[in-house]
Each structure stands twice: as C-alpha cells, then as structure tokens.
C-alpha cells in the first residue's frame, strides 16, 4: 500500500472509527450488465471476462441466467466447470422449472428471487405476499434438497415494508438459505437509509447479507459501501457499472474505495483498466470520459498549476497512482497550460525548446485551443518539431 493510500486510509478509520470489513465481491456484469438494454455477451466473451474478473480475485461471478434460453444455460454450465477460483451463482425465478434448469448448471449457489413490495405483489404478480413466499420457499427447499448453495433475494427490497422483509427472512433461515439479499432496485437509497437498513435487518438474522445496488441516483457504489459498513458481507457490482437503466454499483469504483479507504488490498486492481476495455469493447457501451477510475481523463492533468505540480510529484493532484489500475497519466496541453508546464511536457517528451521557442509554441496552443481545436500528443509534437525548424 502506498503513502498516500495509507494516510487516506488511516486519517478516514481514525475519523469514523471504522470496524475491518468482512465482505466479498459477486461480480453480476454477466447476468445483471447483459440486461442493459442492446447488449448480448458471445458465449468467448463471457468466458474471458469470466476469467479476468477471476483473476482480479472476485469472490463470486453470477454467470446468467439459465432459463432464458438454451444458450445461455451452456454458458452458464461451462463457466462453472471451469475451475475458477471464484465461485460461481446463477439467477432463478421462485419457480421449480427455474431451479431444475439452475441446478443442471453445477454452480455453487442460485439466487432465488421474489419481489415483496405492495407494488409489484399487486402490479406484476397479481397475488398475495403468502402466495409468492410460499413459492419462494418451495424453490429454495428444491435446491437446498439437490444440494445446491441458495441466495434468498428481495427484488424491490427497499420499497418493501421493513418488517414484512425481516419476517421473510426470518422464515428463510428456517429452510437453510446461504444468503439473505436485499436489492435497491430502483436505486432508491442513500448511505443513510442503507446503514439503517442493513442495520435494522442485522438485527434479526444470522445469516450473510448481500447488498444490490442500482445507480439511478447516482449512488450506488456509496450505497454499496454504507451496506458494508453497516455489516452486509456480499456486494454486487458490475465492470463499468453497466446494467439496466444507469446501471449498477462500479466494480472498479469499489475496489479501488475498498483498497484506498479502508485496507482491503486483496483484489488485483491493475486488471481494472484492461476489465474496463473489454467490457466496453463487448458491450459497445463506452464509460464517460470523466469516469472515475476508468475514464479517459481519470488520469489527466491540463491546468498548468497542477501539470507543474504532477512533474514533481504525483500525489500532489492525484490520489493514486494510474498504475494501481493499470491506467496512463496524460499531461494535456490546452487553454489552461503555463510556461513551466509546457517547458516540462515538452522535456518529457524528448524535446528541448529555448525559451523564445516555447513562448512562439504556447502562443499558438493558445490560439488552437481557443478556438476549440483540440491537441493530441502526435499534434504537439509535430508542433513542437515545426516551431524548433523555425
């Protein structure tokens, strides 16, 4: 762990008196990222991102969902025979057919899921809270029965009445399960609401809580982190925080929170940028450029106070190092670059201008920045070549 890793960490534990965390990671950029709308993974690419969120040190990967087609069932089955050191899940609907097919996959668990909340007793399912669990617990005791690991999951978890959830999971212990989880499926929560929430639901279970995080607010991986807080073991992410609507809790956001703020540096976050690229790649959704850890700019550096800076010493500007994730650090040239920032992009580059050549250079990237053309390395360097020549 770096200084600047360290110092973060240590001043945050010591400010809120943090406990150690004891969590693990179940990657669901396979099943949960493959229903943001318009992306389908190849059969090859979910068997590599498979292996690289393996190699990272994901704890647990969510391969599918196998009722959904022929297909996906295969894929599902292979990525478990794989030999990961990773566990492997897959979803299920509280429906004995669905568990049939789940259990076929030779995964280590399923996440078996109801929704409990008035809303979609009433407007998807068209029936009684009675009935859904009732079906709920007769698909889990079909599993447990085959042997099979079980994640009780609560789709709309949060709009849920909160004593109707810890009755539900109360009644599940009963039968055994591995996992209670709880799904922010429309991204409801804050950090308040979810330590509460964990808080509240820890309070009568002894069994491992899983925290699903949807992003429609924005919140998600702080979301993510106040469940841990709050004592949740399982937390759901997805690579590029890809998936329905905004999206889920960010992979590489977490890990790197996790590692930074409170210690855990037990995942190889030099994979997040290569995970990041194939993700984008397979799915043809692009992270924004200002995406933190993974963006394009995550890592740069235009205004001259912070570029002059940045030359003596990264951390002055920047938290961690790019190659903690296996990204770049890019010195921009543009409307906000000062002589000495230009003098040390420059001499970074190979190059060494007196300093009437840089006043002509920094003129001229003045004026093509300001009227919003952009420099890009090889530009600058043709520039810099073309003002020498004169």
């Known amino acids: 762990m770096s200084e600047v890793e360290a110092y973060s960490r240590n001043r945050l534990i010591d400010y809120l008196n943090l406990s150690p965390l004891d969590i693990e990671i179940c990657d669901v950029t396979l099943r949960d990222g493959e229903q943001t709308p318009g992306v389908v993974f190849t059969r090859d690419e979910k068997i590599a991102l498979a292996t690289e969120l393996d190699t990272v040190g994901v704890e647990i990967i969510e391969a599918g969902f196998p009722v959904v087609s022929s297909a996906e069932k295969d894929i599902v089955k292979e990525i478990a025979n794989m030999e990961l050191n990773a566990k492997t899940c897959c979803l299920a609907r509280s429906v004995i057919s669905d ?107 002894n069994t491992p809580i899983c925290i699903h995080c949807h992003n429609d607010l924005g919140l998600a991986t702080a979301n993510t982190l106040s469940a841990a807080e709050a004592g949740a073991k399982q937390l759901h992410t997805t690579v590029n925080a890809i998936g329905e609507r905004a999206g889920n809790a960010s992979l590489e956001e977490l890990l790197v929170s996790l590692r930074v703020q409170y210690g855990i540096d037990r995942y190889d976050t030099t994979k997040l940028t290569n995970l990041s690229k194939m993700v984008n790649e397979y799915s043809g959704i692009k992270p924004a450029i200002n995406k933190a850890i993974v963006g394009e700019h995550a890592f740069s550096h235009e205004s001259g106070i912070h570029v002059c800076a940045i030359l003596e010493e990264p951390r002055t500007y920047e938290l961690f190092s790019p190659e903690m994730v296996g990204g770049t650090r890019h010195l921009i040239v543009g409307k906000h670059t000062g002589m000495k920032a230009l003098k040390g992009i420059v001499s970074n580059m190979g190059y060494e201008l007196s300093k009437e050549e840089l006043t002509t250079l920094l003129d001229r990237i003045k004026n093509c920045t300001e009227t919003k053309h952009g420099i890009s390395p090889s530009k600058l360097e043709s520039m810099v070549i073309e003002t020498k020549k004169h």
């Open 99 to 205: 568990v049939e097919t789940a259990v076929d996959c030779d995964v280590d668990f399923i996440s078996i899921f109801i929704a409990m909340s008035e809303l979609h007793l009433k407007y998807k399912y068209h029936k009684s809270y009675d009935e859904m669990f009732t079906s709920a617990m007769s698909a889990i005791e079909y599993a447990k029965e085959h042997g099979i690991g079980v994640r009780f999951a609560a789709e709309d978890g949060t709009r849920t009445d909160i004593e109707v959830l810890k009755k539900a999971f109360v009644a599940a212990e009963d039968y055994k399960v591995d996992y209670v989880s709880i799904a922010d499926t429309i991204g409801i929560l804050n950090p308040s609401t979810t330590h509460y929430l964990i808080s509240e639901i820890k309070k009568v279970v």
